[in-house]
């Protein structure tokens, strides 16, 4: 399985592709989209379409992983990431790539096993299911990563058992 | 000046592209866009997105005026009409056309005189304004012909004229 997980946003959005075979596990690309604040929105939105069509591109993944849009932050703000999240979902449809959302206490409580689990119990889990050696940084970035990690443990039986064997692992 | 007004949705997105020369205004096309509610959303937003590119083909405005999403409905609702305002503004954006915002209480003020119009205020005030002979249906069609309006009425005191000449004839 071949996730690109994607945090959009209209001014950073964060993606992370996870690839996991059978007793693996690994971070095949991950960063952020960033557009000019100083730039007019369509533009920006013009700017954020044509970097994530060009990583899909590069990166090839098998399906595209989004976090759902969190409307409970200021008017504005939940508008331009709305705005952003259409963008993403439309290339990877054109691109004939499966998109599947998740909401962000989804993504909590699947890769933490707790849905109000804070920000820095996210990246740690990340981190340390995903095998890095400091929790990833910027946030959008760990967040896009673990959207990804939300899919893969959500796929089904496979998964389950990875988990447990990393759990023995630790 | 030949302005799209645009109200978008995932279902429902409604246009109308309204042209204003010296002494004259009026309805080039008006309708709505809509997409199949069984499929999923990256489907739906990618065949909004290939209708609108037809429309701005077809119709050829020279600016397209877009209704601000409105986030004050359930949140899931928010983030869908956020979506199709992003794909919305992507399409004209790579067109070349500007594109403008107004927010729902804009179009009222600046449509009406009043920020705090309802619906039926504002669609008798398009209906007479664009020499309609009855209120435009259906409503997102209504609103999008509204903010056409709302553009063109923004843009200046040739505008201004404009209006107190039409309501000199009434």
């Known amino acids: 399985m071949f996730v690109l997980g994607v945090d959009p946003g209209l001014t950073t959005t964060g993606f992370g592709a996870v690839r996991k075979t059978v007793g ?13 604040p ?16 060009g990583l899909i591109e590069d990166v090839r993944p098998e399906g595209v992983a989004v976090e759902r ?7 504005l703000t939940a508008t331009r990431v709305g705005q952003a ?3 993403i979902m439309l290339a990877a449809a ?6 599947f959302e998740y909401t962000p206490s989804a993504v909590k409580a699947v890769v933490t096993g707790d849905g109000s689990a804070s920000k820095t119990q996210i990246q740690q889990m990340v981190a340390r299911r995903l095998g890095l050696s400091a ?16 899919h893969i443990q959500s796929m089904g039986t496979r998964v389950g058992r990875l988990t447990a064997a990393q759990g023995a692992r630790r």
């Open 38 to 53: 100083g730039l007019p929105t369509p533009g920006r939105l013009a700017d954020l379409y044509g970097d994530f069509v």
């Open 85 to 87: 999240s259409g963008v």
């Open 69 to 75: 849009v969190f409307v409970n932050k200021n008017r």
């Open 94 to 99: 054109l691109a004939g790539i499966e998109v």
């Open 135 to 150: 929790p990833p940084a910027p946030a959008d970035m760990a967040d896009a990563l673990a959207v990804a990690m939300c």
């Open 24 to 36: 693996s596990i690994e971070v095949a690309a991950a960063g952020v989209i960033r557009t000019d």
